[in-house]
Structure formats: C-alpha cells, structure tokens
C-alpha cells in the first residue's frame, strides 16, 4: 500500500511514522465548545496533516462550522479543512460559502453531496438551481478557486444509495475526475472491507489516497445506531466486546481505545501510513492510539484531567 502516501521520518524515534488528520464536529453550546478546544489543545502537538470540522445536515452548521474554521486559522497553526454538503443549497449560497472560506485563507475543503433532505433513507433530491451532484460541486469550488484542495467520501461497503460497488466507485472516479485528490472513508471496523475496496478503486483506475476513517466507539450504543444508519456494519464480535458495559464509561472508553488501536495497528502492518480519526470532539482516545502508532507530540503538551 506504498501508494497511499510516502512515510515521514519521526524525530522522536527516528522510525517513519503515520501521517494522521483529526476530524471535529462544531459545538452547540457553551460546554461543548470548551471540550472542543481542551481537545484541539492536546492534539495539536501530533502534527496532524489537517483537522477538518463538520457541516450539520442540510447546512445546519454553516455558521458554527464556518467560526469553528476560522478560529483553527486564527488562534493555531493547523491546517483546517471544511466539510460542505450541496444538498438543499442553491448554487449561489454554495459559492458564497466557498468565497467566504477562501478569504479567510481556508485552502481544503471535503466536498459532499450530503443526506436526502429528509433524512438517511429517504429519497434524495436536489434543490433545483443547486449543485446537482457531488462531482458538480467540486467541478464548482475548482473553477473558482484551483488552489482550493479538494478531499471527498468513499464508502468501503458502498454507500446506502449506490445499487451496487460499479456504481459506487464510477461516483468516486466522477469526483476524482472532477479534482478530489484525496478520500475519506466512511467509519468501517472489519479491515478486509477496505483493502477490498481498495482493489475495487485501484482497479477503475483511481490512484488518489483512500485514508481509512476510524472511529474510536466510546459510547458504543449511540453510535451504533448511527454508524448503522449510514451504513457501516457493525460486527458481532464488537457488540460483544461492548457487553454489559452501558453503565461503565470508563470501561468502555479503554475498550473503545482497544480495539480501534488494533485495528489502526493491523492497517499500519498491512502498509496503510494515513489514518483519519473520528475524534467526536475527544483528545483522550485518540491521542492514545497515536501514540500506539508511534507518534509523539512535537512540544510537551498538558498532562490529560486524571
Ligand atoms: P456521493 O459520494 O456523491 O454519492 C453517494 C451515493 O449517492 C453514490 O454512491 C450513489 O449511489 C448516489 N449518487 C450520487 N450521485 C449520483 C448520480 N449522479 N447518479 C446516481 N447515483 C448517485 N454529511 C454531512 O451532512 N456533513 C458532513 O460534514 C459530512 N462529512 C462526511 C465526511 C466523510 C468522510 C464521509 C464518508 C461522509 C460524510 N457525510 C457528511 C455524510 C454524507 O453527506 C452522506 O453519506 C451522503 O448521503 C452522501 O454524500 P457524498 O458526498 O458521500 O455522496
């Protein structure tokens, strides 16, 4: 998997060491703010390629999302990518928010298409003078600014609405094609699923890094039913691993490091040197599976709360 990126050298150890990106969602409140900055603090020291922040559904977040970015360019020296969906937004709206972005110095975005207007599972429709697909908005945001840097999804088990991996992978090579050079998976927890998605993708021709997301499973029964609905399989044996364990947080915060380090450790042995971590806003988890990857803070960071 030498082609999914080249290996850096880690001046702590002098062995190569991943490249990593964060992903953060944007706070609602007061509280979730602070945990979010207690969270980029900690993890800023890792060195991460990028962290990107997330976009409510429909555009729900747009001005969180946007403060949220700006502020990661103003107060740290991370790179930051935005997360923009087009669905339910007209063209114009969309181009305003990638100006915006551009102004402000933003020079990654991860181009979606975004959920059907009701809800995963529903029919998906555009609004009409909208973007009408995912390869159209990054043709967009590439028009107007080439310099902006364009990451996109890709779906191991092929995302819910394609009718089967043809289709879902003619998807991914229309938004490579568009100017994506680089894809994100969607959270996947049985390994073989990605390298023969892999394969797929290598396959039609598509040579851009596919950088597995991984998702460190803290509150098990939430995210179940959320990683589910967007269609990730969960496992039985990772049910079972979380068994018993709804009323004890601190357990299943040490399994949910457990077993998404081996898994990270099990690609790694495989030759996959680029992770992106579903952070869900906490620093604890994930700082502590980086350092099971052999990645060391570049300054000394502040002792985690015991
Ligand atoms: P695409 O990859 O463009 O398409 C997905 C599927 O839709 C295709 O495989 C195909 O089956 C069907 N499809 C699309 N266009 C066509 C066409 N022209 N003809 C036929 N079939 C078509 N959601 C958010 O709301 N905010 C976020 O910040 C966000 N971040 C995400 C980050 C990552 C890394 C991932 C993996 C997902 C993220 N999502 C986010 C979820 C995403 O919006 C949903 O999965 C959505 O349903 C699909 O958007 P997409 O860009 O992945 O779609």
Redesign the pocket.
């Known amino acids: 998997m030498t082609d999914l990126t080249t290996p850096i050298a880690n001046g702590a150890a002098g062995l190569t060491r991943p490249k990593i990106s964060f992903e953060f969602f944007p706070p609602k409140t007061e509280e979730m703010d602070k945990t979010l900055w207690t969270s980029i603090e900690r993890l800023a020291p890792l060195e991460p390629n990028f962290v990107s922040v ?4 429909g555009g729900s977040t747009r001005e969180r999302t946007h403060a949220t970015i700006s502020r990661i360019l103003k107060e740290t020296s991370l790179l930051p990518a935005a ?1 923009l ?1 087009c669905v339910g937004s007209a063209r114009g709206e969309i181009d305003e928010i990638v100006d915006r972005y551009h102004e402000v110095g933003v020079r990654h975005i ?7 207007p009701g809800g ?1 599972g529903t029919p ?1 429709y555009t609004h009409a003078d909208g973007y ?4 159209e908005l990054i043709a967009g945001i590439k028009k107007r600014h080439p310099d902006i840097e364009v990451s ?4 191991p088990e ?2 819910p ?3 089967d991996f043809k ?2 992978v003619d ?2 090579k229309a ?1 490579v094609d568009a100017g994506a050079t680089r894809a ?3 959270v996947f927890f049985d390994n073989d699923l990605y390298f023969r998605y892999l394969d797929r993708v290598r396959a039609r021709g598509i040579d851009i890094p596919i950088v597995p ?1 991984i998702m460190p499973m803290h509150n098990f029964k939430q995210a179940r039913g959320f990683v589910t609905r ?1 269609g990730t399989t969960v496992p039985q044996w990772l049910a079972e691993k979380f068994d018993g364990l709804d009323d004890d947080a601190e357990t299943r915060k040490l399994v949910a490091a457990t077993v998404a380090a081996g898994q990270v450790q099990k690609l790694a042995k495989r030759g996959v040197d680029t992770f ?1 971590f579903y952070t869900m806003n906490r620093a604890d988890l994930v700082f502590a599976i980086s350092h099971l990857l052999g990645i060391r803070p570049t300054k000394p960071v502040k002792k985690a709360a015991a």
């Open positions: 997330t976009y409510g559904a997360h969906t991860v181009a979606l298409r975004g959920d059907p995963i998906y009408q697909s995912s390869p996109v999804s890709a779906y092929k995302h609405e394609s009718l289709a879902d998807i991914l938004k994100i998976t969607q997301g967007a992106h």
